[in-house]
């Protein structure tokens, strides 16, 4: 790994190689599970970009080939899933719900449950000009509702548990799904039009394939997670230290292209003033790095390129499409790879907890976005309300 280059503030800068290389047995920290989830959509949203006719077939193919798709998260007994006719996305608005996890192989087998951390709502209008993201935070305290066919009697807990409770014994990913979906659909009264899980396993290829992303550092920020040691980023052990040590890793102020770890990092970063919504700009910041970055020229261009980060993609979504063909899913959604991708705050960016601190709640605005969202009426809310819109200059 190359050195570092010196530093004049007495701060361990960022070193140009990949951490960890020479320890293939010690584990590192996970990655945010929601960047590669945006990846994989991104590149899902190649499919309809990356040419037409025989070359269009071929890439969706790549796809449909590897994902794995279920029908009883949205449309069995108390699915939430949107009203649709005939087999296809609506003209209308279209909201999507997606999750991402970081499971072991054969979690599913085992009976284990797997949190959800990752919680997205993709809110795309009418006009299909833009689509419109809201985190919902992982600790929102929420009604988890009751099911019968997973045997489950509901309760009240943080809402990335939901996705535990219908995944855990046989419910899988696709029970796990069906009662996340119920979940935010109790606590937004949004119906789905689908749902989109993607899993880690399997997706690291496509964040190397894509060559890094540039992002902004906003304020000076460092790692809790690695350190630089002799001028080699390493993972740091024991517990995460709550202030900076004196050999930590250190994100400088500026703009630059980021190695896929380093993005994956930044985005991780939870010291600062607003601790996880920082986290959650900086996510949904890098989100849209990778959407911009997978449908630019020099990968749409390359046929090889586009076919690996696909075949990889597909392998990594489970889907529940609301009864559309999953081609059809696809190319209804095409007009999405060149439209502006506008990421919302929630809670306007600030922990608003329970009187113990052990849970977070929604505030008033933020249920009245969830209900703008709701009825399609999400543009006009936004005039109204623009400190919920996360700047593209941050």
Same mark, same amino acid.
């Given at each position: 790994?190359? +050195?570092?280059?010196?530093?004049?503030?007495?701060?361990? *800068?960022?070193?140009?190689?990949?951490?960890? &290389? &020479? @320890? #293939?047995?010690?584990?590192?920290?996970?990655?945010?599970?929601?960047?590669?989830?945006?990846?994989?959509?991104?590149?899902? %949203?190649?499919?309809?970009?990356?040419?037409?006719?025989?070359? +269009?077939?071929?890439?969706?193919?790549?796809?449909?080939?590897?994902?794995?798709?279920?029908?009883?998260? %949205?449309?069995?007994?108390?699915?939430?899933?949107? =009203?649709?006719?005939?087999?296809?996305? *609506?003209?209308? +608005? /279209?909201?999507?719900?997606?999750?991402?996890?970081?499971?072991?192989?054969?979690?599913? @087998?085992?009976?284990?449950?797997?949190?959800?951390?990752?919680?997205?709502?993709?809110?795309? *209008?009418? +006009?299909?000009?833009?689509?419109?993201? /809201?985190?919902?935070?992982?600790?929102?305290?929420?009604?988890?509702?009751?099911?019968?066919?997973?045997?489950?009697?509901?309760?009240?807990?943080?809402?990335?548990?939901?996705?535990?409770?219908?995944?855990?014994?046989?419910?899988?990913?696709?029970?796990?799904?069906?009662?996340?979906?119920?979940?935010?659909?109790?606590?937004?009264? /949004?119906?789905?039009?689908?749902?989109?899980?993607?899993?880690?396993?399997?997706? &690291?290829?496509?964040?190397?394939?894509?060559?890094?992303?540039?992002?902004? $550092?906003?304020?000076?920020?460092?790692?809790?997670?690695?350190?630089?040691?002799?001028?080699? $980023?390493?993972?740091?052990?024991?517990?995460?230290?709550?202030?900076?040590?004196?050999?930590?890793?250190?994100? @400088? @102020?500026?703009?630059?292209?980021? #190695?896929?770890?380093?993005?994956?990092?930044? !985005?991780?970063?939870?010291?600062?003033?607003?601790?996880?919504?920082?986290?959650?700009?900086?996510?949904?910041?890098?989100?849209? =790095?990778?959407?911009?970055?997978?449908?630019?020229?020099?990968?749409?261009?390359?046929?090889?390129?586009?076919?690996?980060?696909?075949?990889?993609?597909?392998? !990594?979504?489970?889907?529940?499409?609301?009864?559309?063909?999953?081609?059809?899913?696809?190319?209804?959604?095409?007009?999405?790879?060149?439209?502006?991708?506008? *990421?919302?705050? !929630?809670?306007?960016?600030?922990?608003? !907890?329970?009187?113990?601190? #052990?849970?977070?709640? /929604?505030?008033?605005?933020?249920?009245?976005?969830?209900?703008?969202?709701?009825?399609?009426?999400?543009?006009?809310? %936004?005039?109204?309300?623009?400190?919920?819109?996360?700047?593209?200059?941050?």
């Amino acid at each position: 790994m190359p +050195a570092a280059t010196d530093r004049t503030d007495g701060r361990q *800068p960022l070193a140009d190689g990949a951490p960890g &290389k &020479k @320890k #293939k047995k010690a584990k590192g920290p996970k990655a945010p599970l929601w960047t590669k989830l945006v990846t994989a959509f991104g590149a899902v %949203l190649l499919i309809t970009s990356g040419g037409t006719g025989v070359t +269009a077939n071929y890439l969706l193919s790549q796809v449909t080939d590897n994902v794995q798709t279920t029908t009883s998260a %949205l449309s069995q007994s108390g699915g939430v899933g949107a =009203a649709q006719q005939n087999g296809k996305l *609506p003209d209308g +608005a /279209i909201n999507l719900l997606m999750l991402g996890l970081d499971t072991r192989d054969g979690w599913e @087998k085992s009976g284990e449950g797997s949190r959800s951390d990752t919680i997205l709502v993709l809110h795309i *209008p009418a +006009a299909r000009d833009k689509a419109q993201m /809201i985190s919902i935070p992982r600790d929102t305290n929420a009604e988890i509702p009751a099911d019968k066919d997973l045997g489950f009697g509901g309760a009240t807990e943080k809402i990335n548990s939901a996705f535990y409770f219908g995944s855990r014994n046989k419910g899988g990913v696709a029970g796990g799904m069906k009662l996340a979906a119920k979940a935010v659909h109790n606590l937004t009264g /949004i119906s789905f039009d689908g749902v989109i899980v993607i899993n880690f396993n399997g997706f &690291k290829d496509i964040l190397e394939a894509l060559g890094g992303v540039y992002m902004c $550092v906003d304020q000076d920020s460092w790692s809790s997670h690695y350190v630089v040691n002799n001028g080699k $980023v390493e993972y740091a052990k024991g517990a995460d230290p709550t202030s900076p040590p004196s050999n930590a890793l250190w994100f @400088k @102020k500026g703009c630059r292209n980021m #190695k896929a770890w380093e993005a994956l990092e930044f !985005s991780r970063i939870r010291h600062s003033a607003h601790g996880d919504y920082d986290r959650q700009r900086h996510q949904q910041q890098l989100l849209r =790095a990778m959407m911009k970055k997978a449908t630019s020229s020099g990968v749409l261009t390359d046929l090889s390129k586009v076919s690996k980060l696909l075949s990889a993609a597909g392998s !990594s979504l489970t889907l529940d499409t609301n009864n559309v063909p999953v081609s059809d899913f696809f190319f209804g959604l095409k007009g999405l790879a060149s439209a502006e991708l506008l *990421p919302i705050r !929630s809670n306007s960016g600030s922990f608003y !907890s329970t009187s113990d601190g #052990k849970a977070e709640l /929604i505030n008033d605005v933020t249920k009245q976005l969830f209900e703008a969202t709701a009825k399609d009426k999400l543009d006009p809310f %936004l005039l109204s309300h623009p400190e919920l819109v996360i700047n593209s200059s941050s």
